[in-house]
C-alpha cells in the first residue's frame, strides 16, 4: 500500500487494456494455466493469477472487493462439477456466482465483469480460450468505474 | 491552534525485537524537524497516538524517558491492522506522531516518596519510563526508594534486558524479576506478581505503588497491597481504551463523564472507585 | 438595527446576492426528505417545513470529512492540510433548536487543552439564518432544555413566518454586516414585531411536553447501576437512528482511505455512534460496553449526566429527532418518564 | 407522560383471540413470557412489549402498524428470555406470517429451539407502507391515524387525508402469500392460533417484471439514487431477524473488506453484499425498509432475491425447519448456464 506501484490504472498513451484479476483453485485451473503455459498456448496478459484452494473459498467478498479496489474484471476457474478436490466446493460456489451474478445484473453493474468458469489441469487449451473470452467481454465494457472513489 | 490530528513526521531510527515470540518490538523514532523534537514535552506515562499514515493510527505508551535526549521510543505488540504494519517498518520509514497525550505519571506528586512499581508482562514500557526518569542523576535526589517488581509468563518474555541488568547492578534500586514457572537457567524468583507482592510486601509509609499489567494480576494485587495496608489513594493505575483521536473529541474512551485520553490514563484506585465499572 | 420585512416572493433576490459571496446552504427536498444542502437555485429553497431529517449539523460536521490529505514519495510522506475551511458559509432557514445545536457543538470542540481546529474555523466562517418554529411537533421539547421555538440568540439573523413576509431581525455583528449588504429589505412595522411576537407565544404554548431535566440530571447521577436500564435497553434493537440524526452527537471514527494507484490518500473522519459493538471493542478482544444496556445508558447518561458535569449544560437540544427516528418507538420521552419514576417511587418510600 | 396512541382497526376480533390465547399459555404456563406488540407513542408506529404477567395482557395489541419482526428479540436471546438458574425460557411469540417464517428459518439455522417457543398465529393482511404514507403527507406532523375497511385515514391540524390500504401497505404485503405463520409437522404444538399449512407456494414475480426490463443504465440509476441518501445507521441490519452476526462483514476490520463511509461505492457495495448474504434466508417481513429513517425501499431487491432463489432453487424460507437453506447446499444439476463456456 505505502509501497510505490509500479504499474498505473491507465497507461495513457497505449490503447486501453483491462485489468482482470483471476482466481484459480489450486487443484484443477491453476494446474491447467500451467499447462497452458507449458504448452506454449498463447492467452491474453490481461489477466493477474491469484491461486486459491478451492473455488468453494471464493465469495462475494473477493470480488466485489477486487472490483472496488479498480479491477476491471474478475474471473474465478474451479475443477468441473463432480471433479472437485474437495467433493462439492465447486458446486456450493456454483450457487454463490449465481445469485452474486443475477444481483449485480439486478443492480445495474455490468455482470459481465465477473466470469466463472470451469477448466481441468488437462484443459489448458480451454483455460486459454475461456480467458480469452473474458478479456474481450471485460475489454467491451470499458474501464470499471462504477466504484471509483471522488479524490 | 494548528489542526490537532495532523501528526508530526519521524522516521524509524532503529528496531529492536524484544521477547523470543518476535511479537513485540521497540521502535525508535528520530523527528524530521528538530523544532518539533523540542516540541514534543512530556513525561513518563503519557501516550502519543502513532500513525503509519495510509494504514491508521493508534495510541500506544511512550516507552522512552525524557532523559534519553534526541528521540522517543514505542513498544509495540503485534495485535490489530496498525501494530501488524508497525512491525513491517524498516528503517527510515515515516511514521506519524501526535502528542504527548493524557496526563501521564504524576512525577511532582511522587517526589519525596517511595515507588513501589509493579508491572506485569507487556505493560513495562510506560514503567521503564518512568523508572529511566527517575533514576536519572537529575532526579534520583527527588525521589526516595524504588523498589521494581517485574513478572513475566516465561524468561523469553522479558522486556528491556539491557535496561533490567543495568538496574539490577545498582544499589539505589531493588529490581525483583519473576516468571510464572521454573523454568532451567532463571535465577530469580518463581511465582506470580501477587504472590512475590506478598513476600516483599512493599511498605505503604511514604510510599506510592504504581500498577501495569493485565486486569488479572492488577487485581490480585491491588489485594496483597490492601492486605498489607495500603490505602487506594497510594495505588496508581494505567488505563486503557480504544481511541481514535486521543485529545477527548471522538468521544469513545469516556468513562463515566471521564475521559481516558485527557482525563487519564492514570488514575489512582480510589479515582477508579468512584468511575462506572465500564473499562 | 431596525427590523426589517422580507416578502416571500424575495427570498431568490435574496439568495442571488448573497450566493456569490457565500456558500448557500438551504433546506431543500431530498428523496422526499428536508436536508441542508448547498443548493444552486433559490427555487429548491423549502422553509414551510417541520425539521430536517438529518439535522444542519451536517454542513459543519459533514458525515464524512477529511482531516489532511497525504501523498507518499518513496519513504517519504508530504502532509496537505485542508485549503477549502475559509469558505465563507451561509446556513440559511435553520429551526432554532439545531442553531442552539451550533452553539453545543462549538462549545464542546472548543472545551479542553485540545480545540478541534475543523470544526472551529468552519463555524466561524458561517453565518446562520434561523427562523422561528411556528407550529412545533409534538414530539418536541426545546422548552424544557432551555431553548424556545423562536430563541433568537444562537442565530445571526433571524426571521419570524408572518405569513407573507419574513420578520427579519440581525442579532449578531456577523448579522448586522450581512444585512447591510441587503439594502432593498423594508423596515418593519410595529404591528410585524407584535405578531412575532405572538407566534413565539402561540409556538411555546403549542409545546406539550415538558420535563425537569435538573431532576433527571440528579436521578441519573444516582442511578447508574438501577434495574430500569434493562427495561430500557429492553427493546431497542441497537440501530442507530438515533445517534446519527442528532443534532450534538459528536463522536466520530478516523479512518485512512488509499488511492492506491497514484500513491496518496486521505485521513477522513466518519460519524461513529456509541450504539455500535465496535465502538468501544478493543483490539484484544475486550469491550468495555459489551451489551445494549451499557450502550443505551451511555447515550442517555452522556446526555443528561456527563454534559452537565463536563460542560455545564444539556447535551440535548430537544428537537424530538430521536422520539420520530426510532422504529421501536423506544422513545426518549418514555426513557425520561421511566428514569422519572425512580424518584416518584423514592419519594413514595420516604413519605411511607 | 407521554399519550400512547392506538390504531382504529376493525380487528377487534384478532386482537380479542390474541388476549385470550396469551392469557391462557400464560396461565397454564405453557410459556413463561410473551413478545407482542403494544400501542406506540406516535401515530404509525407500535412498540414491542414483552409480558410475563397475565395484568399486562390488555396491552397486546394487533394493528396493521405492527412491523417490527419480533424474532429478532430471540436471536441472540434479549436477557429477559433467559432466566439466570433455569436457563432459556419458553416464549411466546405473536406471529404474523412472516415472524413465524422467520422462527423456523432461524430453526433451520439452528439459532432457534422450536420446543423452547410457541408461535401465537395471526392472520396478518398487510402493514402499513409508513414511509410512503409520510412522504406523500409531506411536511405536515401527522398527529392521528385509523384504518376503516380498506382506507387508511391520516389526520393532522387542518388537513385529513385518505388512503387506499392495499395501495399503501408494504410492497411485501401487496404479494405476500404466507400471512399466517406456517404449521410444522415436526412440532405440531408450535402453533397456537391461527396457522395454516402450506405446499407448493406459487409465485408468478409479476411485481417485479417492470423493474427487471429495465436497461442497466436505467437499473443503476434507480438503485444507486435510491441508496445515495443512505447515512449507513444499519438500522435495516439491526431490524432484520436474519442478520444475527456477532461481527458484521462491514465491522470486520481485520482485514478491512469494505469502506466505511457514505460515499456511493461503499454505500452500494454494503447493500450489495448484504443482499447476498440474504439469499435464501429473507422471509419477506419488510422491517428493513420500514425501519429506514430515510425511507429507503429496499423490498425490490429483497423480492429479487427471493425470485432468483425460488426460480433457481425451488426454495421458499421459512417453512421446514428441516430443510437445509440453500446457500448452504448444492444439487448436481443446479443451472448453470451463466458459466462461461467455449463457443
Not at chain 3, 286 to 290: I, K
Not at chain 4, 66 to 88: I, M, Q, S, T
Given at each position: 500500500m505505502t509501497e510505490p506501484i509500479v504499474?498505473?490504472?491507465?497507461?495513457?498513451?497505449?490503447e486501453w487494456e483491462p485489468k482482470i484479476i483471476a482466481f484459480l483453485c489450486n487443484w484443477c485451473s491453476y494446474a491447467g494455466a500451467d499447462l497452458a503455459g507449458v504448452s506454449r498456448i498463447q492467452y491474453p496478459s490481461n489477466i493477474r493469477i491469484v491461486r486459491v484452494p478451492?473455488?468453494?473459498?471464493?465469495?462475494a467478498y473477493f470480488i466485489i472487493k477486487s472490483l472496488t479496489d479498480g479491477w476491471d474484471g474478475v474471473i474465478v476457474s474451479g475443477c468441473h462439477p463432480g471433479d472437485c478436490h474437495y467433493i462439492s466446493g465447486n458446486l456450493v460456489a456454483r450457487r454463490r456466482f449465481a445469485i452474486l451474478k443475477e444481483l449485480l445484473e439486478f443492480f445495474g453493474?455490468?455482470?459481465?465483469?465477473i466470469n466463472f468458469m470451469w477448466a481441468s489441469a488437462a484443459e489448458g487449451e480451454r483455460f486459454a480460450v475461456l480467458v480469452r473470452k473474458a478479456t474481450e467481454i471485460v475489454k467491451k465494457l470499458g474501464?470499471?468505474?462504477?466504484?471509483d472513489k471522488k479524490w | 491552534m494548528p489542526n490537532p490530528y495532523i501528526p508530526m513526521l519521524t522516521r524509524v531510527k532503529s528496531i529492536i525485537s524484544e521477547n523470543?515470540?518476535?511479537?513485540i518490538k521497540t521502535i525508535e523514532l528520530e523527528f524530521q524537524k528538530e523544532e518539533k523534537y523540542k516540541a514534543f514535552d512530556y513525561i513518563p506515562g503519557q501516550f502519543a497516538e502513532i500513525s503509519i499514515i495510509g494504514k491508521g493510527e493508534c495510541p500506544i505508551g511512550i516507552?522512552?524517558?525524557?532523559?534519553?535526549?534526541?528521540t522517543i521510543k514505542f513498544t509495540i505488540k503485534k495485535m490489530g491492522t496498525v501494530t501488524s504494519a508497525f512491525h513491517n517498518r524498516d528503517i527510515g520509514d515515516t511514521i506519524g506522531v501526535r502528542g504527548p497525550l493524557g496526563n501521564g505519571w504524576p512525577m511532582e506528586e511522587l517526589k519525596e516518596k517511595n515507588i513501589v512499581v509493579i508491572g506485569g508482562g507487556f505493560a513495562f514500557s510506560t514503567l521503564r519510563s518512568l523508572i529511566l526518569y527517575v533514576l536519572d542523576d537529575k532526579h534520583?535526589?527527588?525521589?526516595g526508594k524504588i523498589t521494581v517488581i517485574y513478572g513475566n509468563?516465561?524468561?523469553?518474555?522479558?522486556?528491556?534486558r539491557d535496561v533490567l541488568e543495568e538496574w539490577e547492578k545498582r544499589d539505589d534500586i531493588e529490581v525483583v524479576l519473576t516468571i510464572d514457572r521454573e523454568e532451567e537457567g532463571w535465577t530469580r524468583k518463581v511465582g506470580f506478581v501477587a504472590a512475590i507482592v506478598k513476600e516483599v510486601a512493599?511498605?505503604?509509609?511514604?510510599a506510592v505503588a504504581i500498577i501495569c499489567g493485565p486486569p488479572i494480576m492488577i487485581r490480585t494485587t491491588v489485594d496483597e497491597l490492601v492486605k498489607i495496608g495500603w490505602k487506594d489513594e497510594q495505588i496508581l493505575n494505567s488505563l486503557e481504551m480504544r481511541m481514535?483521536?486521543?485529545?477527548?473529541?471522538?468521544?469513545?474512551?469516556?468513562?463515566g463523564s471521564n475521559f481516558v485520553c485527557i482525563d487519564g490514563p492514570v488514575f489512582s484506585l480510589a479515582e477508579l472507585k468512584k468511575m462506572p465499572n465500564e473499562y | 438595527m431596525a427590523e426589517k420585512i422580507l416578502k416571500k416572493d424575495d427570498i431568490g433576490r435574496l439568495y442571488s446576492e448573497l450566493e456569490k459571496e457565500y456558500k448557500f446552504y438551504a433546506p431543500t427536498k431530498v428523496k422526499g426528505n428536508i436536508a441542508f444542502k448547498k443548493i444552486?437555485?433559490?427555487?429548491?429553497?423549502?422553509?414551510?417545513?417541520?425539521?430536517?431529517?438529518?439535522?444542519?449539523?451536517d454542513v459543519l460536521f459533514p458525515q464524512k470529512e477529511t482531516i489532511f490529505e497525504y501523498r507518499y514519495e518513496g519513504k517519504d510522506v508530504i502532509i496537505e492540510e485542508r485549503k477549502d475551511l475559509e469558505d465563507k458559509l451561509l446556513i440559511f432557514g435553520v429551526r432554532l433548536c439545531d442553531a442552539y445545536s451550533f452553539k453545543l457543538l462549538e462549545d464542546f470542540f472548543a472545551s479542553?487543552?485540545?480545540?478541534?481546529d475543523i470544526f472551529l474555523k468552519k463555524r466561524e466562517n458561517a453565518t446562520i439564518i434561523g427562523i422561528g418554529c411556528n407550529s412545533p411537533r409534538?414530539?418536541?421539547?426545546c422548552t424544557s432544555v432551555?431553548?424556545?421555538?423562536?430563541?433568537?440568540?444562537?442565530?445571526?439573523v433571524f426571521l419570524s413566518d408572518l405569513g407573507d413576509t419574513y420578520l427579519v431581525e440581525a442579532i449578531s455583528e456577523k448579522g448586522e454586516s450581512l444585512l447591510k449588504k441587503l439594502s432593498w429589505l423594508t423596515d418593519a412595522k410595529k404591528a410585524d414585531l407584535t405578531k412575532s411576537k405572538e407566534l413565539a407565544k402561540q409556538a411555546e404554548e403549542a409545546l406539550t411536553t415538558k420535563f425537569d431535566f435538573d431532576l433527571v440530571t440528579k436521578v441519573l447521577d444516582e442511578n447508574f447501576?438501577?434495574?430500569?436500564w434493562q427495561e430500557i435497553s429492553?427493546?431497542?434493537?441497537?440501530?442507530s437512528s438515533c445517534t446519527f440524526l442528532c443534532p450534538t452527537c459528536t463522536c466520530f471514527d478516523v479512518i485512512d482511505e488509499n488511492d492506491e494507484y497514484n500513491n496518496r490518500g486521505r485521513r477522513i473522519r466518519i460519524w461513529d455512534t456509541?450504539?455500535?459493538?465496535?465502538?468501544?471493542?478493543e483490539t484484544s478482544g475486550?469491550?468495555?460496553?459489551?451489551a445494549k444496556i451499557q450502550r443505551c445508558r451511555n447515550r442517555i447518561m452522556h446526555k443528561f449526566s456527563y454534559y452537565p458535569s463536563n460542560?455545564?449544560?444539556?447535551?440535548?437540544?430537544?428537537?424530538g429527532r430521536c422520539i420520530t427516528a426510532c422504529p421501536v418507538n423506544n422513545e426518549l420521552r418514555l426513557i425520561i418518564d421511566k428514569i422519572l419514576e425512580i424518584e416518584e417511587k423514592s419519594g413514595e418510600k420516604v413519605s411511607a | 407522560m407521554v399519550k400512547f396512541m392506538g390504531l382504529e382497526t376493525e380487528n377487534k376480533e384478532i386482537e380479542n383471540n390474541l388476549r385470550e390465547i396469551a392469557r391462557e399459555l400464560l396461565k397454564e404456563k405453557k410459556v413463561d413470557v410473551i413478545i407482542g406488540y403494544k400501542k406506540g407513542t406516535l401515530p404509525l408506529l407500535s412498540q414491542p412489549i414483552i409480558i410475563d404477567?397475565?395484568?399486562?395482557?390488555?396491552?397486546l395489541i394487533w394493528n396493521?402498524?405492527?412491523?417490527?419482526?419480533?424474532?429478532?428479540?430471540?436471536?441472540?436471546?434479549?436477557?429477559?428470555?433467559?432466566?439466570?438458574?433455569?436457563?432459556?425460557l419458553t416464549v411466546g411469540v405473536v406471529s404474523k406470517g412472516c415472524v413465524g417464517r422467520a422462527l423456523i428459518h432461524l430453526a433451520s439455522e439452528n439459532k432457534?429451539?422450536?420446543?423452547e417457543i410457541k408461535i401465537i398465529g395471526i392472520p396478518c393482511n398487510g402493514v402499513v407502507n409508513r414511509q410512503r404514507i409520510e412522504m406523500e403527507i409531506g411536511e405536515k406532523e401527522i398527529l392521528e391515524v385509523s384504518v376503516l375497511g380498506n382506507n387508511i385515514i391520516v389526520k393532522g391540524k387542518n388537513f385529513e387525508k385518505e388512503f387506499p390500504f392495499d395501495e399503501y401497505m408494504n410492497d411485501l404485503c401487496k404479494v405476500c402469500k404466507i400471512r399466517k405463520p406456517p404449521l410444522v409437522s415436526k412440532v405440531?404444538?408450535?402453533?397456537?392460533?391461527e396457522c395454516e399449512e402450506y405446499s407448493n407456494i406459487v409465485d408468478e414475480?409479476?411485481?417485479i417484471e417492470e423493474f427487471d426490463s429495465k436497461t442497466p443504465k436505467e437499473k443503476w440509476q434507480h438503485i444507486s439514487e435510491a441508496l445515495?441518501?443512505?447515512?449507513?445507521?444499519?438500522a435495516c441490519r439491526e431490524a432484520?431477524?436474519?442478520?444475527?452476526?456477532?461481527?458484521c462483514f462491514v465491522d470486520?476490520?481485520?482485514?478491512?473488506?469494505?469502506?466505511?463511509?457514505?460515499d456511493l461505492p461503499d454505500i452500494i457495495v454494503y447493500h450489495l453484499i448484504r443482499a447476498m448474504h440474504m439469499?435464501?434466508?429473507?422471509?419477506?417481513?419488510g422491517a428493513c425498509s420500514l425501519v429506514c429513517p430515510m425511507g429507503i425501499d429496499l423490498n425490490i431487491i429483497n423480492r429479487k432475491l427471493e425470485k432468483i432463489v425460488k426460480e433457481r432453487f425451488d426454495f421458499t424460507s421459512g417453512?421446514?425447519?428441516?430443510a437445509l437453506p440453500p446457500m448452504v447446499n448444492f444439487k448436481?444439476?443446479?443451472?448453470?448456464?451463466?458459466m462461461l463456456e467455449e463457443d
Open positions: 504499474e498505473t490504472k491507465q497507461s495513457e498513451n497505449k478451492c473455488s468453494g473459498r471464493i465469495n453493474i455490468e455482470a459481465g465483469r474501464p470499471n468505474t462504477k466504484f | 523470543e515470540v518476535r511479537d516507552a522512552s524517558s525524557p532523559t534519553e535526549e534526541g534520583r535526589k527527588d525521589y509468563r516465561d524468561s523469553g518474555e522479558v522486556l528491556y512493599p511498605s505503604p509509609d511514604n481514535k483521536c486521543g485529545i477527548g473529541k471522538c468521544g469513545r474512551c469516556n468513562i | 444552486s437555485n433559490a427555487e429548491e429553497i423549502e422553509l414551510e417545513y417541520l425539521n430536517s431529517k438529518v439535522p444542519p449539523k479542553g487543552d485540545f480545540q478541534d409534538q414530539s418536541c421539547f432551555g431553548g424556545h421555538p423562536f430563541q433568537k440568540e444562537s442565530t445571526d447501576e438501577h434495574p430500569v429492553e427493546s431497542c434493537i441497537g440501530c456509541c450504539q455500535s459493538c465496535l465502538y468501544t471493542l475486550h469491550n468495555p460496553r459489551p460542560y455545564d449544560c444539556l447535551g440535548c437540544v430537544g428537537c | 404477567s397475565e395484568e399486562d395482557i390488555d396491552k396493521n402498524l405492527c412491523y417490527v419482526n419480533l424474532a429478532k428479540y430471540l436471536v441472540p436471546r434479549v436477557p429477559r428470555f433467559v432466566d439466570p438458574e433455569k436457563g432459556n432457534i429451539n422450536l420446543d405440531p404444538d408450535l402453533c397456537v392460533g414475480f409479476t411485481d445515495s441518501v443512505c447515512t449507513r445507521c444499519y432484520c431477524p436474519m442478520c444475527y452476526c456477532n461481527l470486520q476490520n481485520k482485514p478491512v473488506w469494505f469502506g466505511k463511509t457514505t439469499a435464501g434466508r429473507c422471509v419477506a417481513c417453512l421446514d425447519p428441516d448436481m444439476e443446479d443451472a448453470q448456464e451463466f
